[in-house]
């Protein structure tokens, strides 16, 4: 079956603009995770969705970061005023349930902020 | 505090040589999860095993095998007669029961390289 989908796979921003970044999890998948992956922090959790609701964002870096997710199955990431330190692979990864549970990952979207 | 270390940042071998991917993880919790991913150069995180806190059993699967001791908080992989195809960076994560969500704590992972 299909896995993980993200687009886009790669993007270049300049500083200051704002970027969305989708993710679209595997059929039926519950909930859906956020993590940034770079070179200086490793891999990092940004945010959690059960359903549309999302309980846990500790993991947001600031308040330019926020994310959404309709209809229990697509989300969206979204970086406002991007800054060059937001440069990174942002990965999505999906799971059937919370506690546990394997995750599986899709292959990521690269974000270059020039 | 939740951590994990993986204190083997680079390992070289030649092929069909055995290889230990070293794991430690930190927890209060008396309920969790340990995971394995592997990331080969086309960098999509691909799951490769999960324990959870109560089983010790050690597993196999073909080359791959994993060894859970709770004594030393450890989860260290071993790859039997390793070959190129494992060139890849082997994470290393936990997850506890009380955190919403069970968000993946990654250690730093590990690269492993193996030469024909």
């Known amino acids: 079956g299909a896995g993980v989908s993200q687009s886009p796979s790669n993007k270049v921003t300049e500083k200051g603009k704002d970027v969305e970044l989708r993710c679209d999890p595997i059929?039926?998948?519950?909930?859906l995770y956020w993590y940034r992956q770079s070179l200086g922090q490793g891999l990092e959790f940004l945010i959690y969705f059960q359903g549309n609701s999302a309980p846990d964002k500790s993991g947001l870096p600031s308040d330019r970061f926020s994310a959404e997710r309709t209809g229990g199955s697509v989300s969206t990431l979204t970086i406002q005023r991007t800054q060059q330190e937001d440069s990174a692979v942002y990965l999505c990864?999906?799971?059937?349930?919370?506690?546990?549970?394997?995750?599986?990952f899709g292959p990521g979207t690269r974000l270059t902020v020039t | 505090a939740q951590k994990v270390t993986q204190a083997q940042t680079e390992i070289s071998v030649v092929e069909k040589e055995d290889v230990t991917l070293d794991c430690v993880y930190e927890?209060?919790?008396?309920?969790?999860?340990l995971f394995w991913y592997k990331q080969p150069p086309s960098g999509e995180l691909v799951f490769l095993i999960r324990?959870?806190?109560?089983?010790?059993q050690n597993e196999i699967s073909g080359r791959y095998s994993w060894n859970f001791q709770k004594s030393t908080s450890s989860f260290n992989f071993t790859i039997t007669a390793s070959q190129v195809v494992d060139s890849a960076v082997y994470f290393c994560a936990l997850s506890e029961d009380n955190q919403a969500g069970t968000a993946l704590i990654f250690g730093k992972g590990t690269t492993l390289s193996v030469s024909s």
């Open positions: 324990r959870n806190s109560f089983d010790e």
């Open positions: 059929s039926g998948h519950t909930a």
């Open positions: 990864a999906s799971s059937s349930g919370t506690v546990g549970v394997e995750q599986y």
């Open positions: 927890t209060r919790d008396t309920t969790y999860y």
